[in-house]
């Protein structure tokens, strides 16, 4: 006999989590997590920075509404960031500076001299950086395991090793078939499958919305000398690397986007020789080791805007997906947004700012 559910939540990543957590005081929840523990893919592989213009200005209103809560529960450690050009970039950082204008992000223009002092060793081309001093480092694995103890104590029950294996429509609800984990139904199907999304849905008999898997690459290195501690989060702002410092060590990608199919994603060896090479064109710091490198799957909805809400098609099937590389820093307000238009709650202090029709699945026809 299997057991009975309101809301079957599909996916105990970030997504998954942090959605059961705000549904589970108001409904009886499943989180069905096809991995052996939570987290694996795309929330275990983060870069773990908090960045307000990370994914564009229709994302910063999430992210700027995720940012109390993170600070109340002590996940956010300042960091800075600092986006850096060449002269031939200038045209690059003045559109940046107005493409971010009326945002709401706090930044500011640095020229070299600034520049000097904060990152050292840099090579004399670089000459012009856009400033983000609100950029903080993110507690990733605390804000996961804290998202997951307040849906385990609002009554959330997870199951893993609990892929879906079909979903079948059964009266006003579903019929899920979870593999090892058994059999379950529910009213409601949440797709929180990150780089599953599309197969997911295809599964419950919706149309995928073309949530494309990108490989994001990063390397531990070993520097001469060692990255300062207070060393800013330093991007590209034509986007072809950045790094950050991590526990005496430095955190290094090229900022590659490869379409890759769904999988338990791996580092290529051009990926991270890349990395290096536009490394060393920006300081004279000597790389001793790559110590570690990683790679994880970041999945976009093909305007790169998170996808909200109930599907067009399926009744009971409910989007919570698409959320590309913005998806932990934008949880708590992404989260609480999720979970009342699912339930049809009010909005609140955290949500009252934003306009769900930007990331409603309707906007695909």
């Known amino acids: 006999m299997s057991e009975t559910y309101d809301i079957a939540v599909i996916g105990a990543g970030m997504a998954g989590a942090t959605l059961a957590a705000e549904l589970a005081p108001h409904a009886r929840v499943v989180i069905a997590e096809a991995e052996e523990r939570p987290g694996y893919h795309a929330t275990g592989r983060s870069a773990a920075f908090w960045e307000e213009c990370y994914g564009g200005p229709n994302v910063v209103p999430l992210t700027l509404a995720s940012g109390a809560y993170l600070r109340r529960h002590g996940m956010l450690f300042p960091r800075g960031a600092l986006y850096i050009g060449r002269a031939a970039d200038e045209p690059a950082i003045a559109a940046f500076m107005q493409r971010f204008a009326d945002s709401g992000v706090s930044i500011d ?15 004399p ?3 012009h950086a856009v400033h983000e001093p609100a950029c903080a480092d993110i507690d990733v694995a605390g804000l996961h395991q804290h998202y997951l103890a307040r849906a385990r104590e609002g009554g959330a029950e997870l199951r893993c090793r609990a892929p879906l294996e079909a979903a079948e429509r059964e009266g006003d609800g579903w019929r899920l078939s979870l593999g090892p984990a058994g059999e379950v139904r529910a009213r409601v199907l949440v797709d929180a499958a990150g780089a599953w999304a599309d197969p997911v849905a295809e599964l419950a008999g919706a149309r995928p919305l073309g949530i494309q898997p990108l490989r994001r690459t990063v390397a531990q290195l070993r520097t001469a000398p060692p990255p300062p501690a207070d060393l800013p989060l330093v991007l590209d702002i ?12 430095l955190w290094l990608s090229p900022h590659d986007e490869s379409p890759c199919a769904a999988c338990d994603a791996a580092p290529e060896e051009i990926d991270v020789a890349l990395a290096i090479d536009r490394f060393e064109r920006v300081v004279d710091w000597r790389i001793e080791a790559v110590e570690h490198k990683w790679a ?36 708590p307000a992404a989260a609480r947004l999720g979970a009342q238009l699912l339930l049809g709650l009010p909005r609140d202090g955290m949500t009252e700012s934003l306009d769900p029709s930007l990331y409603s699945p309707a906007r695909f026809g």
Do not use: M, N
């Not at 976009?300 to 913005?326: I, K, S």
């Open 125 to 127: 081309e670089w000459q």
């Open 296 to 331: 994880g799957l970041r999945s976009f909805a093909p305007d790169r805007l998170p996808v909200y809400g109930h599907d067009a098609r399926v009744p009971g099937l409910f989007w919570f997906a698409g959320q590309g590389g913005f998806g932990i820093q934008t949880a």
């Open 109 to 123: 223009r640095l020229g070299r001299a600034a520049l000097e002092r904060r990152i050292p060793g840099l090579k």
């Open 238 to 249: 034509s986007g072809a690397f950045y790094f950050k410092p991590e526990h005496g060590r």
